[in-house]
């Protein structure tokens, strides 16, 4: 048996999953790594996070997920150390694999501006499925809590939410948790009013979703402020306390006693980027991302290829944003590039191409910027659902969440709203 | 206003959620005190430890239960306290809640006779949702490991799954292991054959299924080594150790390597059976169950009734078992003596009417007792299905169940197979 080309891909997300699936019909031995054994749809985490879905309807099992495909491998483990000269990558485990092409896909983490120990244990972000049940058990906690205080200040303080970020994943946690305050909940306290919640966003530039059209961002301005979510923008975060923040604003400082803060703000490229710094010559940018070349190769190393969230690179002259789209796209683009290479052709330079950004402002209720056309309201929202519905990896959980989100839309309800996880149960 | 005759329920299970809604045409003020914030449908819980339901499919929040029901408040708190005589309940953060009849149904727990600090860590018992997600974890996880194990007797080791416990508990894991390991996980794997993995049930009396007909049970076992699994009945559990345990059968001892022991073996009664010892004057069996009276009510103190898994009590001469089925007769029951007290009638002694007993055998398989018939195979399948979906709470629960299980048994696939938890992160 001839010994074929051997790619190794680290990372099972948008942009490693898509290069597997696009490279089924190549001549090529894939190897999957990833530190999980699910691939997870990210864009829906929000959903986990405020108890609409629940974490197996936005993740499938990789495994499942390629079984059919006979020229890849999955491997659960931690990629930690790599060999550029002998091309070996090597795993937490011990094990070694040697490879021809490497593509380094592993994404990005939350980044707290030099703050991230005081501050991550403090405001969780969202990545991943287990911060997604750490929020939702928050939130709920925070309404319980308010129920059984008995001093007013504490009570309002537990029902005040602040999350971080006035970019899309910050706008959508503030719409979804203004629709458990205002609708889920209604009617299942005795002593507090779960409508009188406080929600408040706070986006340190000018204006929130500032990827977004001046028009479609003051819509969805308007429709938070209708849901009641107070909007800081031109507002820094200064401090996270365990019980509040301080907000810094034109000459003022604010603190607000919040019992729940959420961080939605920053990202910057996972560990294995300092691998490839101290192994292959990368480098770095001030996020922590990898700068690759027009062809999403590693300068010097045209063998490892960098995509998704874990890349830097520009495109005329502005960075690529760090969304599904781009790492889809550098999916397709990877295999081709070996496709390519295999068949002794040139492949052009990457191009992305913006199909349209899309945000959630609550039930219902979505913007859309398509370029040519600018949607909002109704349309815009059946449209976001069918795009991730369409988009979410294997038949069942397409059904499933189509099902939940039917029923979720039409009761109003939320099945979800589980407080899980050790340290919720009082007294231990 | 006329102060109501206040009932405080401790526990949201099957009685004292049954108590609470049964009594909601009456003219009390209901507490009821949980410490999650959800109803969890038990008989279950094996199938979120296997991957087959999601945990949010099982459980639903009791505030949504109970939200349209106006004489019932539901408290968030773990009840740490008692002073019988002010009949005064006092929780973990400081609440005391007063009474007129209190209703303790706080369940059962994992009972490892007597190792319970050595055992407990090393072989999960099946209880909570954590305790389904862990179980979820190990079993996954021992598959992975095995994948990338480079030793044959390691890789054996961490396919190999003992089950200590042949009740029906026992008999539905090991069942759906059986179908993981020989169905869904069938074509994932490259380097092993998830369907060589060893599954071991352990069982300490003469047969297997002791509560039901000796017929069913024997269906049951052929039903179970068809699918290969290994029983051993008339043996012990000697040890068990982080890699395996030590069976003792007539004078024989045989250490079975193991990556994965489980716990479905021995209950005792909850934590708060103390509390009602040391205040209240109640018996305590070797069990920690509560010696009721044959109306549940706590011998000295008729004003606190004792139901369900915590509750000890005998029937022609044999204790009642600790089932689903008892817990919502006594939860009924209990509402019925209280109506019946409110207008001074006097309510017969509780009896428990057997309506039968099931257990699934994997797929589309199981065993039904209906005392004067006995069904095993498809129908009795359909049967526990019927049965099933009609008692969770909650319609939305119900039809979600119903769409998933429907795809898990055409497609003999599994959605819910993440491997979730800090723990799960090689290399952390």
Request: glycine share 10%; with cysteine; hydrophobic share 45%.
């Amino acid at each position: 048996m001839v010994t074929r080309h051997r790619v190794v891909i680290v990372g099972g997300g948008f942009a490693g999953l898509t290069a597997a699936r696009t490279l089924r019909k190549q001549a090529v031995d894939i190897t999957l790594v990833d530190r999980r054994n699910f691939h997870l749809f990210q864009p829906l985490l929000y959903q986990v996070a405020t108890g609409a879905l629940s974490a197996a309807n936005i993740a499938a099992p990789l495994r499942a997920i390629l079984a059919k495909q006979a020229n890849v491998r999955v491997v659960l483990g931690e990629a930690v150390g790599l060999d550029a000269a002998a091309r070996q990558l090597r795993l937490a485990d011990g094990n070694v694999l040697p490879y021809e092409t490497l593509i380094v896909a592993t994404g990005s983490r939350h980044h707290y501006f030099g703050k991230d120990a005081e501050w991550e244990p403090l405001a969780p972000g969202l990545k991943t499925l287990e911060d997604a049940t750490e929020i939702r058990r928050r939130v709920l906690l925070g309404f319980e809590h308010a129920e059984t205080a008995e001093d007013p200040a504490a009570r309002a303080a537990s029902m005040t939410f602040v999350v971080v970020g006035g970019g899309p994943t910050g706008v959508e946690l503030v719409g979804a948790l203004a629709e458990i305050a205002r609708r889920t909940l209604r009617g299942e306290y005795d002593r507090i009013d779960p409508a009188a919640a406080r929600i408040v966003l706070v986006e340190n530039s000018a204006r929130i979703l500032g990827q977004f059209p001046d028009d479609l961002a003051e819509h969805a301005r308007r429709g938070l402020v209708k849901l009641g979510v107070e909007i800081r923008t031109a507002t820094r975060v200064t401090e996270i306390r365990p019980n509040g923040v301080t907000l810094h604003h034109g000459e003022q400082d604010e603190r607000i006693d919040a019992g729940i803060v959420l961080w939605a703000a920053g990202v910057r490229g996972q560990a294995f980027g300092k691998v490839l710094a101290d192994h292959a010559g990368a480098t770095l940018d001030r996020g922590g991302r990898v700068q690759v070349a027009p062809d999403c190769t590693l300068p010097g190393h045209p063998e490892i290829l960098v995509l998704g969230d874990l890349a830097g690179m520009e495109q005329d002259g502005k960075p690529l944003p760090g969304v599904a789209q781009v790492a889809l796209q550098q999916g397709v683009y990877a295999a081709k590039l070996i496709a390519d290479r295999l068949r002794g052709r040139v492949t052009p330079p990457f191009r992305y191409r913006d199909r349209g950004n899309m945000a959630t402002i609550g039930r219902g209720h979505a913007i859309a910027d398509l370029g040519w056309m600018h949607l909002s309201g109704f349309t815009a929202w059946l449209i976001w659902l069918f795009i991730h519905i369409m988009y979410i990896v294997g038949f069942q959980n397409r059904v499933l969440v189509l099902v939940q989100w039917a029923w979720a839309y039409l009761s109003r309800n939320r099945s979800a709203r589980l407080i899980t996880g050790v340290k919720d149960q009082p007294g231990t």
